[in-house]
């Protein structure tokens, strides 16, 4: 009898054995979750808004939508065909509805025609969670197909934190989309901070941040820092370019709609 023979009965006397076949096999349906069942939305045709958002612009109006420059001002940018465009000069929009976490769509276009380079090309801003006039949390908005900048700045970065995995832009005068996952952070209530805020964001469809944490609010210059605040109103920037946008819709993670 060859050892590999032999080790093969001695697996086999090991398979057979009692001890092998009084232990208890796991039943598959104990790990069976059934409820609480999602529930059932309906994507929306081709670049539409799901069933259960929130049209923030969907090309008629900017009713959801106030100036920063003056409380409750209305916004004062260009609606025409459907398309929302920045008036340079005239100030940020926000909305009027406050979020916490949430799912946003948008998108946007750099002129064809933007002039400019570096930061001063086609910039404009998505800020996550509005905190000031001129402050939160921004994911950058600007031209990145044919202009040089410092990569922690370009588009789909968060600004000055967190640099796009890669550069999925496309050129100036073509639409492009942003699908973000916002997480809000938390604070006690003598502000010290509970937990920091996640972003996860596809541009174009193409997966650039990946729930990467952010260190506070955005900063031009200096170190990033939070500041206590609750539920927030999402901002556009207004740079001073003509950026156009479109399709704008959010869906809140928690029941604060
Ligand atoms: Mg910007």
New binding site residues.
């Given amino acids: 009898m060859t050892v590999k023979t032999v080790a093969t009965i001695t697996g086999l006397l090991t398979l057979f054995s009692p001890s092998a076949q009084s232990q208890p096999q796991p039943d598959p349906k104990d790990t069976e979750v059934w409820a609480p069942e999602p529930p059932r939305v309906v994507p929306g045709a081709s670049s539409g808004a799901p069933s259960d958002a929130i049209v923030l612009f969907g090309g008629q109006d900017l009713r959801e939508w106030v100036s920063t420059t003056s409380t409750g001002q209305p916004a004062g940018w260009l609606v025409s065909d459907g398309v929302l465009t920045v008036r340079p000069g005239s100030g940020h929009i926000q909305t009027k509805r406050l979020f916490s976490d949430y799912q946003i769509h948008l998108e946007w276009r750099v002129p064809a025609s933007a002039k400019g380079s570096g930061?001063g090309k086609g910039?404009?801003?998505l800020f996550l969670a509005s905190t000031g006039i001129d402050s939160g949390y921004?994911i950058?908005?600007?031209d990145c197909a044919n202009n040089k900048t410092y990569a922690n700045g370009q588009a789909a970065s968060i600004?000055k934190q967190h640099i796009p995995l890669v550069n999925a832009c496309a050129p100036a005068g073509e639409w492009q989309t942003y699908d973000v996952v916002w997480t809000a952070p938390r604070f006690a209530t003598d502000g010290a901070l509970l937990s920091p805020a996640y972003v996860t964001a596809l541009h174009n469809g193409v997966l650039v941040q990946n729930h990467v944490e952010v260190q506070g609010e955005s900063v031009y210059a200096g170190k990033p820092s939070y500041r206590k605040h609750g539920p927030a109103p999402i901002k556009l920037?207004d740079?001073g370019d003509a950026v156009s946008f479109r399709n704008v819709w959010v869906r809140p993670l928690r029941s604060d709609k």
């Fill in positions: 930061q910039n404009s801003g921004e950058q908005i600007l600004y920037q740079h």
